[in-house]
């Protein structure tokens, strides 16, 4: 399963959905009702489950729109069956096992009980059964087998029963990185199909790297005397003269506040510094001595390595955060432009997603 909740991670969930199952994945998870129905509005056809828990008024849509449910308890199982039979429709489902996160599941005991009832449902057909890991990037491997034991403790009692599980499925990206075993019938890829790291230090496959960086162009270049400021609440001041570039980013990009006089981007493959205060909508850079700046040259705000900006790991470090706060950050406003075989293939903008020549 290609994990493509959160507009695929900051991505764009239709492109990476259509190239995702262009390259074998069989399906797609996303997290709430109204993901699904976009990718079907966008032409996506393929199998889309929704992960997490969905409100009962949003159930006829995901029905219409074909999605597969996740089912965590009795009462919300009994709506499904309801709607299902009023709308004379079938409904694929997956039943959550909470074995350890704590999140959204059903304990051990009421899982099983939840699939005989589905087993005996004919709208209904159980398509899978799946669980979550807590610490997969953790460094003590144990909480994860314990709740793998607890999650084939389901799966065999099922099998006991004769019921068919369907699909089972546990590990998401960090999982599957460290450990074959808990494969079973599928996967679910999120953060390391977008060719980052789940957490720092664990390695990707050779060959994957980050499918996104952060590219912007000058839109001014102009100079500082000594004691000029810049930027809202004048936080920088120049000591000498200096050149600076206004770059059209913001914090209302995903260029995060933070960044103000601490963050750097590339220019020319240098190291550029931020000066003063991040905007809503632009953002000064110093421009380094020796580099021949003038409006229009590109300027790189977050990058894949070697070209003078941190990377997404990079500054999910520098912030405090993880790289899945960093990309799912990154506004819609930002277009998306696809590239593939060092070709524009399609550019996602607030308006629309575009193939071209395609
Ligand atoms: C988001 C999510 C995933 C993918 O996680 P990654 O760490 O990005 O691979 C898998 N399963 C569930 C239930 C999720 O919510």
């Known amino acids: 399963m290609a994990v493509v909740k959160a507009d695929g991670y900051g991505h764009g969930a239709v492109m990476v959905a259509r190239e ?52 965590a308890d009795m009462e919300f199982l009994g709506t499904l069956r309801r709607r299902v039979a009023a709308l004379g429709q079938q409904l694929h489902v997956h039943v959550k096992v909470d074995t350890g996160m704590r999140r959204f599941g059903s304990v051990v005991r009421d899982a099983i009980g939840l699939c005989r009832e589905i087993e005996g449902e004919s709208g209904l057909r159980l398509a899978g059964v799946f669980t979550h890991f807590a610490d997969a990037d953790g460094l003590d491997d144990s909480f994860t087998a314990s709740q793998a034991a607890r999650f084939e403790e389901v799966v065999e009692q099922l099998r006991a029963e004769r019921i068919g599980p369907g699909l089972v499925h546990a590990s998401n990206s960090a999982a599957a990185l460290r450990w074959r075993q808990y494969d079973y019938d599928m996967v679910r ?40 400021t810049v930027s809202y609440g004048r936080t920088y001041e120049a000591r000498e003269p200096e050149r600076i570039g206004l770059v059209p980013i913001g914090y209302a990009d995903g260029y995060r506040r933070e960044l103000s006089n601490r963050g750097q981007m590339g220019l020319a493959g240098i190291a550029a510094p931020v000066r003063g205060r991040v905007c809503m909508d632009q953002t000064i850079v110093g421009i380094p001595n020796g580099v021949e700046a003038a409006a229009g040259d590109e ?38 432009i696809y590239i593939k075989n060092g070709r524009v293939v399609a550019i996602q903008d607030l308006h629309a997603v575009r193939e071209l020549d395609l």
Request: zero cysteines.
């Open 189 to 228: 890829i999120g953060i390391a199909m977008y060719g980052l790291q789940p957490a720092p230090g664990m390695q990707l496959p050779v060959g994957i790297r980050p499918a996104m960086e952060i590219r912007s162009r000058l839109a001014r270049v102009s100079d500082l005397e000594p004691g000029e």
């Open 20 to 71: 995702a199952l262009g390259a074998g994945a069989t399906s797609l998870g996303v997290a709430t009702v109204d993901e699904g129905v976009a990718l079907r509005s966008n032409g996506i056809a393929g199998t889309i489950l929704v992960l997490g828990p969905i409100e009962p008024s949003e159930i006829d849509t995901a029905i219409i729109a074909d999605l597969e449910l996740a089912v």
């Open 299 to 336: 300027v790189v705000a977050v990058g894949r390595g070697g070209d003078g900006a941190p990377t997404v790991a990079d500054l999910a470090a520098d912030l405090g955060t993880i790289g899945y706060e960093v990309v799912t950050g990154i506004a819609r406003r930002v277009p998306r």
